[in-house]
């Protein structure tokens, strides 16, 4: 068996799951706009944070931050309360409604991809296939350096 140029696989895995990300982003699968679910899945995974924080974390703006937090504080998502420590800061946190609404976007997202999945549209060794690619999609993307490479 020919080895495989890791160029070429990456390229084809960028292409592939390029568009994937692409086309399940495009669908509506709840309430939260992509920069609201970023923001919210962002402050669920980094726990109590500053608007600061997240805003250099996303790599934008404080003052898109500030917005998309507003809207989502506004809507019970993230609660705002001061810094024990210094008061003149605002820790945000996730609220259990907020939790609630990620988890409703994830649900939707699976449900889209499944109905992708079925009828017909896969054979069972295609599934299965698909299926033991999962975790290697996933290790993969644990191999890859968080932050701007040097």
Known sequence: MDERDPAEVAAALLAGVGTLVRRVRLVPTGALSMPQRAALAAVERSGPTTSAAL?????????????????????????????????????????ATGRQALQDKRNGRVELLARALTGGAFTPAELELLAAAAPLLERLAQGIPDGPRR
Request: net charge negative.
């Open 55 to 95: 805003a250099r974390e996303m790599q934008i703006t404080a003052q898109a931050m500030g917005a998309t937090l507003g809207e989502l504080g506004e809507g019970g998502l993230v609660d705002r309360r001061k810094d024990p420590d210094d008061g003149r800061r605002v820790v945000l946190t996730i609220t």
